[in-house]
């Protein structure tokens, strides 16, 4: 069943603003202020000015007297819709097939076809929060059977993400206020006159007399919210995008049909790219079924691709998932992410043998949800920022590791806690307390000393770390350190660390 994600950015406006202006201090409070002839009022405010009581609809003077320090901005809703569909044209391309700007604060995305990649459900609405808060974007994310729901859910929460189980819309809405049905606030005032507050209320109320003094719009959005009628997705489209479509004057609905149809749609989409000299990195498949709803499909490649043999093997295995329903009347496929493309001679196998190509593998391992990266060194002291993930396909780097002492086989993805007894400021441990366990030590080497990197954060200045490579009773080999060199209180906290296991 197709589920919904909505994106809320209710600080859009003020989000903009500093990041068209990196010299705004981040403890400053911001408030955007609209106008409407003599009248001046506040339309957004970041989560300081919200602190101290700013809100939205508050007159500006009274925003202005209830905190001093406030940072009053004009409104640009021109610029405001620019940025937000530069961020759905980046949802697009990194979550979905399936996306749409949900005006004004908002981004609407079906997921299916997709939330597998993203590891499901919950990972997935937790991956978004934390990369739009790694963006600087203040959002809230909620996942629901309809887009009302969603767009309801994701507004009325305090809660960074929110997923209303299957089949439980009703439940999760019926308690909202009638502010977050989509309706023109002269009904909901109106509506509020005549004593309705909650959805649940309003939906309970006979259709009829809502219809004769609301007009349908108040039904339409009621069963667009419980999903009794459909509430297609329009994804939005750049105008650099490649896309290739086919309309078909009778549906389609065979899978072997359209197996046959995505591949003449490849076949044309490679044409275009080379063209333009590219080759693709994502594309979807865009499915239009009579009923008015849409499905999609996504596939990828680790790296720029026209092989058109490669690409329909990797649709075909996508395109078992598609249901016809009542017939499909158009498929339309977009190169969502492509990059410029090297042709490059392969070597003959008359001089030397041909490296092998793993690249389908890591393909075929993408498109089933795995998460394929390769490790490659990096340039730092401090062990846990000696290595970063990098594209499965990516080149190789020159950098390597100069370390004159030796390396754990595993590192920790955080420093373990333990209780050691040693002799300060230089002596290893005599013994520890790791997890529980008592080890007596029989063996050690060390120290190695480990500065911060003081030119990343301030904290680091004067932050060292004592290492040393240690061997208990059992013939277990740690990697521990100490945190500071154990005199100087200002390097560190001198408690002691389990960071890596030797083989």
């Not at 499901?120 to 978004?128: A, Q």
């Not at 049909?257 to 995505?262: A, E, F, M, R, S």
Request: hydrophobic content about 45%; proline content about 6%; overall charge neutral.
């Amino acid at each position: 069943m197709p589920r919904v994600v909505s994106i809320y950015l209710p600080e859009l406006a003020t989000d903009r603003i500093r990041r068209s202006d990196p010299s705004i201090p981040v403890e400053q409070a911001i408030a955007v202020i609209a106008r409407s002839g003599s009248k001046r009022w506040v339309s957004g405010a970041d989560a300081a000015a919200r602190k101290s009581g700013v809100r939205v609809g508050m007159p500006a003077a009274k925003a202005q007297a209830i905190f001093h320090g406030l940072m009053l901005v004009d409104a640009d809703p021109v610029a405001d819709a620019a940025a937000l569909e530069r961020i759905t044209l980046w949802a697009l391309g990194q979550y979905s097939p399936l996306v749409a700007v949900d005006a004004p604060d908002g981004i609407i995305m079906d997921t299916e076809g997709a939330d597998h990649l993203q590891g499901g459900e919950p990972l997935m609405v937790s991956g978004i929060a934390n990369r739009f808060r790694a963006k600087k974007l203040s959002a809230r994310v909620a996942i629901a059977d309809t887009w009302g729901a969603a767009h309801a859910c994701a507004r009325a929460t305090r809660q960074e993400s929110v997923i209303v189980p299957v089949g439980e819309t009703v439940r999760a809405v019926e308690k909202l206020p009638l502010s977050m049905l989509r309706l023109s606030s002269k009904i909901v005032g109106d509506l509020h006159t005549l004593g309705f507050k909650t959805i649940g209320e309003l939906s309970a109320t006979p259709r009829a007399p809502l219809a004769l003094r609301f007009s349908p719009e108040i039904g339409r959005r009621l069963d667009q919210m419980f999903g009794r009628i459909a509430e297609p997705i329009e994804p939005i489209r750049a105008a650099e995008l490649i896309e290739v479509s086919r309309v078909f004057a009778e549906p389609i609905g065979a899978a072997e049909t359209i197996d046959k149809y995505v591949g003449y749609l490849i076949i044309r989409l490679v044409a275009e790219l080379q063209r333009h000299g590219l080759g693709v990195r994502r594309a979807d498949l865009i499915i239009e079924k009579i009923d008015g709803t849409r499905q999609a499909v996504r596939s990828g490649t680790a790296k720029p691709s026209r092989d058109v043999v490669w690409l329909k093997k990797l649709f075909r295995d996508r395109t078992e998932t598609i249901e016809p329903g009542f017939g499909i009347e158009k498929l339309t496929l977009v190169a969502v992410r492509a990059e410029p493309f090297e042709e490059f001679q392969k070597v003959s196998a008359l001089v030397e043998e041909e490296t092998p190509d793993i690249t389908p593998l890591i393909d075929i391992f993408g498109n089933r949800g795995q998460r394929v990266y390769r490790v490659a060194p990096v340039a730092s002291d401090v062990p846990e920022r000696s290595v970063a993930r990098i594209a499965a396909a990516a080149s190789i780097s020159d950098e390597t590791w100069v370390h004159h002492w030796p390396r754990p086989v595993r590192l920790l993805a955080q420093p373990d806690r333990i209780e050691a007894i040693a002799l300060m400021p230089d002596y290893p441990p005599a013994s520890i307390t790791w997890r529980g366990r008592k080890m007596k030590v029989i063996r050690a080497d060390g120290p190695e000393r480990v500065f911060g990197e003081w030119w990343r954060r301030d904290g680091e200045f004067d932050a060292v770390r004592d290492y040393f490579v240690i061997e208990g009773e059992g013939g277990e080999r740690l990697w521990i350190f100490r945190r500071g060199d154990g005199v100087d209180p200002a390097t560190g906290s001198r408690e002691w660390f389990v960071h890596g296991i030797f083989a």
